[in-house]
């Protein structure tokens, strides 16, 4: 077993996927980097870290003569809904609102907890340590 499977790495990940005009757009957000990748037919065209975990992002960039802009919001503190909207040229292209990360839907919340936790829990320690 990985150090990424033991705390659960995979489970703290949110893919959302759209398909527009023959076009994958695909927004990947990461919670322990709190970073946000965005692809376009597999081609990475956009990466950024997330402040405030990502509650609140509007990415805006161009690709190949195309404005694309998404926009994702959490819509429920508690339950970790993302209202997640991709616009390209001024046009919504598309919209889904899923759960943030995967472990919110799977059987294995217990385990992306104990990720979570465990993994705060030895850069607490760390911390605690260096300083």
Not at 24 to 39: A, N, Q, T
């Amino acid at each position: 077993m990985t150090f990424k499977e033991f705390i659960g790495y995979d489970l703290h990940i949110s893919r959302v996927a759209f398909e527009h005009e023959g076009t994958e757009i695909v927004f990947i957000h990461d919670f322990f980097i709190l970073k946000r990748r965005i692809y376009i037919d597999g081609e990475q065209v956009f990466s950024r870290h997330s402040n405030c975990l990502g509650f609140l992002t509007d990415s805006d960039f161009s690709y190949l003569g195309n404005h694309y802009r998404v926009i994702t919001r959490t819509l429920n503190f508690l339950s970790m809904k993302q209202d997640v909207t991709v616009w390209v040229n001024g046009v919504e292209a598309g919209r889904k609102i899923d759960p943030f990360y995967a472990a919110l839907a799977l059987k294995q919340k217990f385990h992306a907890a104990f990720g979570a936790l465990g993994l705060g829990a030895v850069v607490g320690m760390l911390s605690a340590l260096i300083f």
